[in-house]
């Protein structure tokens, strides 16, 4: 299989690495947490969500404290998520964490597409007048395929950088709109929203038995393990646990500040009657509601690439795996770090036969072009064709958070952290018991997230 050789892409910077990691995360759930708090009780949701945000921060340090020594040992070819999971779990536990990757990124992209379904041609329409708009699957073939698809065919995370910025701009002027709309016009939107903002308020309600099916949202809000790899592995040779926390700490409390702000404006104006994309619950003649639902399909539209770079490595990473041998896997992992980060290989690579690889011609060359652009034309045109005939956004995130999610967030992290001292000699973070803890939390997020998203 012929490859190519080609000058190795910038590292992201810190600051460049926080904000791919807060637009890894935060995406759908800036409309989507309100109905959350909603469904779980306004008290209970708010538990919830630092509580979320807490173990995600604990886990996330956790996965690179671990994989770091590890790495620098010469145990690891390459700092990556799965070769984690098989030296501390075993083959099984490789597999899991590549079906809970793919899965959870795949569904967060469906999910992206009835987001932007949902949003911009109904924008646009209001916008323009135009005829054009009316045609809402024309008009989200065009967007995706003539902006999102060219951006989704880069091969580095690195080069999405400039668009994280924009996105969390963007949010920020979205929380001003919505601000406006709540000090203008409540309840001209209690009373004439047909009906589905009831303007019920329960602001000390300590829980509610739904808030076992509106979990997993909280989950998917927060959980963003699946990219944390190749953002790591962006850093080049800024790549170490220390710079990782400071990453780390920044994206969650960024990713949660202003979902929940936005939260917090949208339920003080719709109350228990809001809905899972908070926009639906808007008077779609509002031209400046329009004007935020337009901003806020841009900054999904920019998140989209990211979750479809994560399945693409996935699924390679399976290719290889189940159709080639042990060392073409290992070739395909570390040819992907070349493609993410490489300015410093040895910042990235320190084994001795990773070394020698890319002391080869594999240490010059990218994932195949046909391989590359072919899973990623794939996985772009299944993901959009779901989207398309998909309308149900609090279900979908739901049970993706709570299934795919809760794997790659809770369970895999804190099985890694309670094994990892018996196997390797290495102290997890916060302890042994800590670790377990996170485990049993995880399987018991999945079960009943998993049961109660369909009852």
Known sequence: ??????????PSTIPGAIFNMVNAIMGAGLVSLAYAWAQAGFMFGWFLFVFTAVVTAYTLELLINLAYPLFNKNELPVIAYEVLC???????????????QFLFAFGISVGYVVIIHDEIPTAMKQLTKAGFFDHEILVVLVVFVGILLPIAMLRSVS????????????????????????????EDLCEGSDGSGSCEYEYLSIGKSSA?????????TKACHHAQFQIYRSLGP??????WKIVVRWAIFLSSLLPALSSMIVYATFGQGVDSDFFKNYWKSSNLISIARLMFGCVIGMAFPMQLFVCRETLQIIIASYLGKKEDEEKALIIQAKDEAVNDTASLLTNEEAKELLGSEHGREQTPALLHYGTTLFLFSVALGIGISTDNLGSVLSLVGGTAGSTIGFILPGLIGYRCEQICGIQPTGGRLLAGATAVFGVMTFFVTSIFTFV
């Open 212 to 220: 076992l099916s509106v979990y997993g949202i909280f989950v998917f």
């Open 159 to 186: 080069a999405l950088a400039m668009g994280s910025y924009f996105s969390f701009a963007t949010s920020i002027v979205l929380i001003g709109i919505v601000s406006y709309e709540l000090a203008t016009d409540r």
């Open 238 to 243: 800024k790549a170490t646990p220390d710079n």
């Open 86 to 100: 098989e030296k501390i779990l075993g083959i099984w536990g490789r597999r899991v964490v590549l079906a809970a």
């Open 1 to 10: 299989m012929s490859t190519k050789s080609v000058t190795p892409p910038v």
